[in-house]
């Protein structure tokens, strides 16, 4: 147990579907974020929520649509996707501003086909 | 700009053997230095951490000394096993920043 949630676990979806991924924290952590990780390809920081408000968006393409609720939920809507989305995505969460480093789910691995 | 670089994998080691997976960092400011483990199928997990110059982080028998002077925060096990096979990331975050900036990630494979 990491204290990060996220489901599904696996997904596939085909390109004209819309699905979203959950995050779920309970650790009292004030930020969290999206990441991408594909295989041969490093870390790939997509999002960035501090106190729900988004505060990094790396250039990300508008098919990805991230929602912050509250501190302990963090959504990532995916319409429209193309195969090369195909990859695990991680969500983590931190105290904003401590120097703790981050904690991780265990991902979701999406499949676009 | 701050950025962690590790050793290239992956690195292939029989069990009970000695481990080192280098790290070196650049900041613009004051870092704390991580090292994650992802495990197969699974998130990354924080493995140890150093806040300070000459800190040392330690877990599951894994080290790592926070070297200033030197830029570095390398990997060390002992005797390593079967179940340490695993992909390895050094991390920093700046302090009074937020961003955790990763390395590429090291694939370590232990055999038998």
């Known amino acids: 147990e990491t204290g990060v949630t996220q489901t599904p676990r696996h997904l596939v979806m085909g390109m004209t579907n819309k699905k979203s991924l959950k995050c779920e924290q309970h650790?009292?952590?004030?930020?969290m974020y999206w990441y991408k990780q594909s295989a041969k390809k490093p870390l790939e920081l997509m999002f960035v929520?501090?106190?729900?408000?988004?505060?990094e968006n790396n250039s990300v393409p508008s098919r990805f649509s991230p929602e912050c609720p509250n501190s302990s939920h963090l959504f990532l809507h995916l319409h429209t996707l193309q195969p090369e989305d195909s990859a695990l995505y991680l969500c983590?969460?931190?105290?904003?501003?401590?120097?703790?480093?981050?904690?991780f789910g265990s991902g979701t691995r999406l499949t676009v086909v | 700009g701050d950025s962690v670089t590790q050793m290239e994998g992956p690195v292939t080691l029989s069990e009970e053997a000695f481990l080192t997976i280098n790290c070196t960092y650049t900041?613009?400011?004051?870092?704390?230095l991580f090292w994650y483990v992802q495990y197969p199928g699974e998130g990354l997990q924080l493995l140890l951490k150093?806040?300070?110059?000459?800190d040392k982080g330690s877990n599951k028998g894994f080290e790592a000394t926070y070297r200033k002077e030197t830029t570095s925060f390398h990997l060390e096990k002992g005797s390593v096993q079967v179940s340490d096979s695993a992909v390895y990331f050094c991390a920093l975050i700046i302090q009074g920043a937020q961003k955790l900036v990763f390395g590429q990630g090291t694939r370590l494979t232990i055999n038998p």
């Open positions: 900041a613009t400011g004051y870092p704390s």
């Open positions: 150093a806040t300070k110059a000459d």
């Open positions: 929520y501090s106190l729900e408000e988004r505060v």
């Open positions: 650790l009292g952590h004030n930020a």
């Open positions: 983590a969460s931190s105290s904003y501003r401590e120097s703790y480093g981050y904690t």
